[in-house]
Each structure stands twice: as C-alpha cells, then as structure tokens.
C-alpha cells in the first residue's frame, strides 16, 4: 500500500482546480503521519515523522528548514533575549523563563532524518534545524523524509507547555518538527520569537500513545473513538477495552497547516452537533465556579457558527474543539486552547474570537510574521460583529469602537510602527498589539466607509471562496476588494499598511452666498480619503460624498450613509476642496458633519463639525 502516493495523485488533481482560480499561484503541500510516545512521568516524548513533501514551486529546492518551537523555552533562548529588550516585555516569557530548571525547559531535537532513503545532513539552530539535502527536489517533485525527534514538554510559559496556571496537564501547541514554508517569497525560516503561524497545507495523520488516564482534545477526527472512549464513542456501539495501561489517540486532520493536541486527567467532556452539521467538543476541567459559563458555551457558539458561516463563508470541517489549555486563548487547525476560569461573557469572547480565527488564519492562510494585522485584524473585526450578534447592544456600525480607540491611542503614543513589519521585529508589544489588532480591525470597517458595507461583505465572502487552503497577501485581499467595489484601492494600501501616515479632515469655514452654500474643507492629515459629508437643517439631511481622484470611482451603495448627491472628485495633491450647493436655505442653524457614521479614523474630530446660522 502506498498511501503517500494516492494522496499525491488526489493533490495533484484539487490542484489543477484552483490554479485557474488565482493564475499563477502556487504553494507547496506535505502529508505529514506521525507516531509520538508520551512519556507523562518525564514529560518527553519521542516520536517519528514521515513527511511527504510535494514541490509545487517552480524552483530546485536544496535545503528544508524545519521548525523546533520547544527550543525557545529555555533561559537565554531567542524569546528571552529579544523580549528582555522590548520596553513592555510579556511577563509570561520573561518571568517565566527566568526561573526554568533543566527538566522544566522545553526542547525538541531531531535524533535522524532521511530523505527517500538517503540519508540528509541537518545541524540545529537553536528553533530552526537546517537541512541540505542529499539530492534536489526539482520542480513537480515529491521527496519522502523520514525523521526520529525527542522533545521536552516545557513547564507552560507561553502557549504551549505542561501544568499550565489552570492545572492543565498538556497543552501540545508547537510541539512536533515542522516544516517551514516555502512561497511565492521563498523560505520563511524565521527563529521562534514570539508569533508563529505559518504553515505548509497538507494532511496529518498523527497518533498518540499515552497513560489510559489522560483524555485528549485536538486537531483531527478521531478515528478509534470505540477504543478510547472518554466520551468520543458512539454509545450505540460497544466499546473496545484497550490492552494495557496505554492508550492510543488516531487523529486524521485533512488540509490543514498545523496540529495541536492537549491532554488532561480531568477533563470533562461535553460533545454537541451544532445546527450547521459541525461536532463541537468542549474540554474543560471543572470547578463549581466555571461549571455554568462552560455548560452555557455551546449554545453560544451555535448561534456564532450560524450566523458566522452566513456571513463571513461556511466552516469547512465537520469538527471544532474548544478546549481549556494555554494561557489565555490561540487558535489553532479545528480548534482552540483557551483558558477556561472565566466569566460567562468573557468565555464566550474568548472562544468567538478564537473561532473566528479559523477563518482568518486557519482557512485563510497569510503569513502571521508578515501579515499579523490581516490575522488578528480581520479576526477582530470579524469577532466584534459576532458578540454584537450574541449580545446585542449598539449598531453593529458601532461595533469597533474598541479598535479606533485602540488605533488613536497607538497615534498618540508615538510609538507606531508600519503594519508591514515583521510581526517580531515591532519594538514593543504595545505597537504590536494596537497594529495588528486594532490598526488591522479598523483597516477593514474604514473599507466599508470607502466602498460601502455591501461592497465589502462581498469583499470578505469572495476572499474567503477564491483563497481558502492558500496564503493570501494584503495584495490579494485589495484586489478582491477593487473587484467588488470596481474602485482603484492600491492608494488605500500604500498608506494604511505601509506607512504611519494618519487622517484628518476638517471643515474650515462655511458661508452663504448668492449662488448657495459654500463649504471649505481642508486635509489637516497625511493620508488621502474619500470625504463623506451630511449637512443637516432641522430634520432634512442632505449625504454627499466627494471621491477622491484616485479611486476611480465611488462608493454606490452603503447602508449606514445612503449618499444623496456625488461631488466633484478631490485630486488628492490639493489641501483645500470648496463645495458649493447651490439653491435656497432656510433661517436657522445648519449643521456640517465629515464622517457622520464615524468609520474614518480620523486622529482629529473637533473640526468635523461645523455650525452656521441662516438670519434672515
Ligand atoms: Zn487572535
């Protein structure tokens, strides 16, 4: 049997599909089987992987990087010394790391590892292991790597680890070897610093043997339920007692680019169909305090899956697992490890965001090193609608509040950084976190203000159907969003991602005169934007929108700013624009707003107002 070579066959075939959809892309795709022993009294494991690595570059590949994420976890590592230089070091690494003993650090060392029999060269440096090849891997070619690794599971510092703040026996995140990837920008052999995710596509096939006592959660549809139990069996169906004081976990994760497991004595279990077919499986350890808000999580996330898969596309997998673990909440292939001690809503915030990343990271696959605001931005904006759903409150327009006021306090700080750093390389967390997840959030409800609502639902459904199982770039979502918006947008990109400019529009002065109203608007900000305006007079609104010359276009359709009359564009080299609206005006105030829905992030709003009064 040549399971390897099938699947092979099979790729090949879904991979004439979609390379009509995006013409000239490419990436690679690995089926990855693994076999690791869990050693529970040492907290080691040893393991064999078998990688099949396909080549669908259209380069000779010489070497393979692979990554060895448990090295960071040790004193001196990387991690520590790059996060002992940030003004704002997480305290979960550095005050951790400090006090690791020997047997409390992770590591993960490959002991051997051979390509199509032949054996390869590798040296370890520090989280990455470099590999030469014994022979090339030409273009359309697979290569088969065979490879024996030991690891130690570190006492938990960040995300992954044993014995986390909560009593959680294993949380497996970045565990196993893991092959870098290769694309269109080449090898992204980057060290574990801190932000991880990016990953080859492919399927795993991974099984566990452990102590009877543990029940495990994780990536993969378990293929021995009958055998394992815990609450996996099909009840109909009678048991297999397994021989022994070990138990072996069978998972299959089909097309996807990580796998994480975790494992507990304690777990509860609770398995729940979702009204959209998915199999939820909530593992938590439970306490009296916790025990509601967990018992109360899946009705929750029914209605989430429901209302996410309509808006924002369908899940693809017919299984998610939210499962306690980590130190605070990481997506991960078909579920999440959070932490589970928690208030109801806060349990539920948690676990929407962290779902919300399979889309926007799990399916959508950028490059968190290169794009972490299109990860945790998109995921942001997309989880703020969703608890708006859940917990109805404001207008969904209103929805981000949280991210503008996280992006002007990133403004004021002085501390921005461009959004196309490497997510590593910010120099604080500070910057980090309101760039990507606030800067990121906001780059998206301010497309809706360019482009329209509607425009931009589409934007995300398309993204989400034309780019799913690939790794879309910032260049790739804008032209969806020029697509659906028939709207040049590069301009938008060029200064929100790439640069720190900020926006600030004002209204100078405004004056009736013999041919009507006259509006004088100036751009006070650096950045370029089209200007929406409502000029109101007792309870008549009028909505004009001015493009900007370099949108080539308009938006034509908005639900929260249905625009009444098209202005003259505004070529974006002029700082002042003059409006003038012919016709009669009433005796009394008129008020002048920019922006009345808010979505530019305007650094500035006291001039967005103006007020003029009609005597007689
Ligand atoms: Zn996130």
């Keep these: 049997m040549n399971r390897p070579i099938l699947i092979a066959i099979l790729l090949c075939i879904a991979w004439k599909g979609f390379a009509q959809v ?8 690995i089926y990855c089987q693994m076999e690791v022993d869990m050693d529970h009294v040492r907290h080691q494991y040893q393991g064999t992987q078998r990688l099949v690595y396909q080549n669908q ?10 990554h060895l994420y448990p090295n960071a976890f040790q004193k ?26 020997p047997e409390d650090e992770g590591f993960l060392h490959v002991r051997s590892l051979t390509m199509n029999g032949l054996p390869a060269s590798f040296q370890e440096n520090r989280t990455i292991l470099e590999v030469i090849l014994p022979e090339p891997i030409p273009p359309g070619r697979s290569a088969v790597l065979d490879m024996a690794f030991i690891g130690q599971v570190p006492i938990q510092t960040r995300r992954s680890g044993r014995d986390n703040a909560e009593g959680v026996d294993y949380s497996m995140c970045q ?23 990016y990953g080859v596509w492919g399927d795993y096939d991974v099984t566990i043997h452990i102590d009877t006592s543990f029940i495990l959660g994780g990536s993969g549809y378990l293929q021995n339920p009958q055998e394992v139990g815990c609450g996996y069996e099909d009840p109909t169906r009678p048991l297999v007692n397994p021989t022994g004081s070990r138990k072996s976990w069978h998972f299959l994760a089909p097309n996807v680019h990580d796998f994480m497991w975790a494992a507990d004595r304690d777990y509860t279990h609770i398995r729940r169909t979702m009204q959209n077919g998915v199999e939820a499986h909530f593992l938590y350890i439970r306490t009296e305090e916790n025990a509601a808000a967990w018992e109360a999580l899946p009705t929750y996330m029914d209605s989430a899956f429901l209302y996410i898969d309509q808006v924002f596309g369908p899940y693809p997998y017919r299984q998610y697992s939210f499962i306690q673990g980590g130190d605070g909440g990481m997506e991960y292939a078909m579920g999440t490890l959070i932490t589970g001690n928690r208030g109801l809503r806060s349990l539920v915030g948690v ?9 926007y990271q799990m399916i959508l696959g950028t490059n968190e090193s290169l794009f972490a605001w299109m990860d945790e931005g998109f995921t942001s904006y997309a989880s703020s609608i969703v608890k708006n759903h859940l917990f109805p409150g404001n207008s969904p327009l209103f929805a981000h509040q949280g991210s503008y006021q996280g992006y002007f306090g990133l403004v004021r700080s002085g501390l921005e950084e461009p959004l196309t750093t490497h997510a590593d390389h910010f120099l604080s967390n500070f910057s980090y976190g309101n760039s990507a997840y606030s800067k990121g959030a906001v780059f998206l409800h301010q497309l809706s203000y360019i482009i329209g609502q509607e425009a931009l639902d589409r934007t995300l459904l398309d993204y989400y159907h034309k780019w799913q199982f690939k790794h879309p770039t910032v260049e790739d979502f804008i032209r969806i969003a ?8 590069d301009w938008y990109q060029e200064y929100w991602v790439n640069t720190t400019r900020s926006i600030d529009y004002g209204v100078d002065t405004a004056f009736l005169s013999g041919d009507g109203l006259h509006i004088l608007l100036r751009q006070v900000g650096h950045m370029p934007m089209p200007v929406d305006l409502a000029i109101q007079q007792d309870d008549q609104v009028l909505r004009i929108t001015i493009p900007l010359d370099i949108q080539r276009g308009q938006k034509t359709m908005d639900k929260y700013f249905t625009t009444d009359r098209i202005a003259d564009d505004w070529p974006w080299t002029y700082d002042r624009y003059e409006l003038v609206l012919p016709g009669q005006w009433e005796n ?15 650094v500035n709003r006291d001039n967005n107002l103006y007020t003029i009064q009609i005597t007689p």
Aim: with cysteine; charged share 25%; glycine share 4%.
């Design 22 to 29: 995006n013409p000239g892309y490419w990436q690679q795709r």
């Design 57 to 66: 570059s259209p380069d000779t590949l010489r070497e393979l990087y692979y």
């Design 76 to 101: 001196g590592s990387e991690m520590d010394a790059w996060s002992n230089r940030l003004p704002d070091p997480d305290s979960r690494i550095v005050d951790n790391l400090l006090n690791l003993q």
């Design 175 to 197: 565990w196993y070897p893991k092959i870098c990837n290769y694309d269109r920008k080449g090898w992204h052999a980057n060290p574990y610093v801190q932000r991880e995710f």
């Design 351 to 359: 676990s929407v965001h962290e779902l919300m990343h399979s889309w």
């Design 482 to 489: 020029e697509h659906q918006s028939d709207q040049e947008l």
């Design 588 to 602: 009394g105030e008129i008020l002048i707003s920019i922006d009345p829905t808010q979505r530019m992030a305007d």
